[in-house]
């Protein structure tokens, strides 16, 4: 077991760990975007004081970065607010502002690297232009990329702030609609909770939660950072899994949203990698050795120290899976086309820099 | 251990091996590198530094990219525990690019520290700090500085500490550019100097090795008394005017790496350092005339 995981599963005891086993767990936790989450992990049980001096000035320098986000997030999404108010179109947030508004533990100490909202298709064109209103720009202006964005995923392509520089993904549905899993926003978004202390302000339902960031890791075509994604899940199942029915519902709920695959996969690795406590019944559905094989190496920390000769490989073959799974056999060859050819536009400027 | 005690050929072969653990004031960086040029550099500039045998917080390494390139017309690349953050350089700058790496190492991810980009040196337990865009001779006023009685903390990178409001040094070598190298060659003909890297992204470059005192005291913090914004001009006389504190405040937190990312703690530690100092713009045109009027300064009650 990497340190970095041992840390997850069991932070309490790192304290006593060696200089040497430290260093090696700040690099990991650094490489995966984990290590502001392992200072949360380690304040939350009064550990962090205990920490070596050395790691512990990393974990502190990690936590002055996520604070900074938590308090950037907080603002950013009341200016969301104000700027889709008039519309009267309320807002569904994702992922880590999600977390952070709804006062889950998988807030602490996430790093944010855009906020995601989820609004209904039908008004979408409507809070784009709402949000370009109030400073939000589109970041990719390639023709191709517009397409790729607006006729085949799952969101707008990326906005960004013209002042703040802050980028929010817009989303109105979870997975891409050329996706071969087909599960329906709309229900999704009748199943969303308002939050009491935040009018105006929603995030979906616990159930649909998981789906959402099982749906996002296992649907998506890069892991480097798949290890930070599980955590999330970790972190959801052990904080819902106690409560009475949430298991049958996620089930059911998975079978409904047609997103039974990308949960199994969710329960099972973060299960066999974070310990998380998953019932028996809810653990079966088989799973190929194959699979075993590229999600337990592509799943460890993106570090020299964390990968075997077959990581890249698996890397790269969950890559290929990705797009299968998200795009159809023949959009998928042209796009491959399409990346293809502006990779080999690209490079040489990039290196003659 | 210093890497002064490391004879012969250790030191290039703990660099292109296990790595050579080098502290430089509050952080260990394990470097490795097959090139000579770096291990030259190293083993010249950070003679006097202590080899660490523990924790090490950065881990980088310089050598060249892959690919028929390097064959061709070799490059250099900084690595940071595997990753690369910036551009390949041309084949000759591998010490350079360690050292802006090491740089960029410590601003972007020491954030206990509100880190501010400016010189900073020391006399009598207080700290003359010197933020200044590149180009206005902040690196050669405080390398000609070092050489008159104050103590190198650091020619880029200003750590402020939230919890004391010291400045903790990073004593490391002091990058000269241009016509700056030369002056200092002049003024200081003690001072000991790397080979001069032409044609990089800053034009010549040469480090120049901090001296021995500021290296065994860099643990030792000061507190910020003065702040000083330099200007170098042809032919100006030396001359500290009066800068409102307000400005002073301004251009601190414009200096500033990660002043966004401290919140009200932030605006609190640049406004006790800002309270705490005498402020002043400074234009000069020579380096030794400059040191006179810091000497002064120094002694003012």
Known sequence: MTPLVQALRDPADTPSWTRSRWELLVRQARSADLLSRLAALLEDLGALEKVPAEPRAHLLAARTVWRAQEEAVHREVGQIRKALAPSGVEIVLLKGAAYLYAGLPAARGRVFSDIDILVPRAVLAQVEAALMLHGWATTHHDPYDQRYYREWMHELPPMQHVTRQTVLDVHHAIVPLTARLKPDSAKLLAGARPLPEHPGVKVLAPADMVLHSAAHLFLNEELSHGLRDLVDLDSLLRHFGGEPGFWTALIARATEMDLEQPLRYALRYSNRILGTPVPGDALSGSVSRLMDALFLRALQPDHPTASDGLTPMARWLLYVRAHWMRLPPGRLAYHLTVKALRKEREEPAAAGR | ?301
């Open chain 2, 1 to 301: 251990m210093i890497v002064g005690d490391l004879e012969g050929e250790a030191l290039a072969r703990l660099l292109s091996g296990p790595g050579l653990r080098l502290r430089t004031g509050p952080v260990v960086t394990r470097i490795t590198s097959p090139l000579d040029d770096v291990a030259h550099g190293v083993g010249l500039l950070y003679r006097d530094h202590p080899v660490d045998e523990g924790f090490a917080d950065f881990h980088v390494r310089i050598d060249r990219p892959a690919g028929l390139r390097r064959w061709l017309k070799p490059q250099v690349q900084f690595r940071f525990d595997g990753w690369p953050p910036f551009y390949p350089l041309p084949g000759d700058q591998g010490f350079p690019i360690l050292e802006w790496g090491m740089n960029w190492c410590v601003s972007t991810t020491c954030h206990q520290y509100l880190i501010v980009h400016a010189a900073v040196v020391e006399r009598g337990g207080k700290a003359l700090i010197l933020p200044a865009p590149p180009g206005s001779g902040k690196s050669t006023l405080c390398a000609g500085l070092v050489h008159r009685g104050w103590r190198l903390l650091s020619d880029e990178l200003t750590l402020l500490d939230p919890g004391s409001g010291q400045v903790m040094p990073v004593p490391r070598p002091v990058s000269l550019k241009n016509a700056s190298i030369e002056v200092i060659g002049r003024f200081a003909p003690q001072s000991v100097l790397s080979p001069t890297v032409h044609d990089t992204l800053k034009g010549s470059v040469a480090h120049m090795k901090p001296p021995v005192e500021s290296v065994h005291r860099a643990l030792e913090g000061a507190a910020p008394r003065w702040l000083v914004l330099p200007r170098y001009r042809a032919g100006a006389q030396a001359r500290l005017e009066p800068l409102p504190k307000g400005r002073a405040f301004m251009h601190l937190v414009e200096s500033a790496f990660n002043y966004h990312l401290h919140g009200r703690g932030g605006f609190e530690v640049i406004g006790c350092a800002i309270e705490a100092c005498d402020c002043f713009e400074f234009a000069y045109g020579d380096l030794e005339e400059a040191a006179t009027v810091f000497a002064e300064l120094a002694d003012r009650p």
